[in-house]
Nanobody, 123 residues
Framework: QVQLVESGGGLVQAGGSLRLSCAAS????????GGWFRQAPGKEREFVAA????????YYADAVKGRFTISRDNVKNMLYLQMNSLKPEDTAVYYC????????????????WGQGTQVTVSS
């Protein structure tokens, strides 16, 4: 079992930045690929970014490429999402997730999920 807890969400103006953190506990997080997803009201959960267990490979949704950066610290068992140049359409609940398979853009390939943190971007 892996427990994930997100933090760092909040209210920010368009063009601003936020850094989300995800603290992992339980089984060695370094064995899992990590991912960030988001879900806006009335919409399905969508992929944001993913990172391999070694941090050697990263993958971004087109909507956030060039603005968001995913990273991890396997010593601290942490996953991060640096979000810059935020837009109102980035408003959503953001979830971190862990996959025992591979880094992926599919919700179905993640085994563990955090409870989510709200990000609201005002125009």
């Amino acid at each position: 079992q892996v427990q994930l807890v997100e933090s760092g969400g909040g209210l920010v103006q368009a063009g601003g930045s936020l850094r989300l953190s995800c603290a992992a506990s339980g089984r060695a997080f370094s064995r899992y690929a990590g991912g960030w997803f988001r879900q806006a009201p009335g919409k399905e959960r969508e992929f944001v970014a993913a990172i391999s267990w070694s941090a050697g490979s990263v993958y971004y949704a087109d909507a956030v490429k060039g603005r968001f950066t995913i990273s991890r610290d396997n010593v601290k068992n942490m996953l991060y999402l640096q979000m810059n140049s935020l837009k109102p359409e980035d408003t959503a609940v953001y979830y971190c997730a862990a996959s025992s398979l591979r880094y992926s853009d599919s919700v179905n390939e993640y085994d563990y999920w955090g409870q989510g943190t709200q990000v609201t971007v005002s125009s």
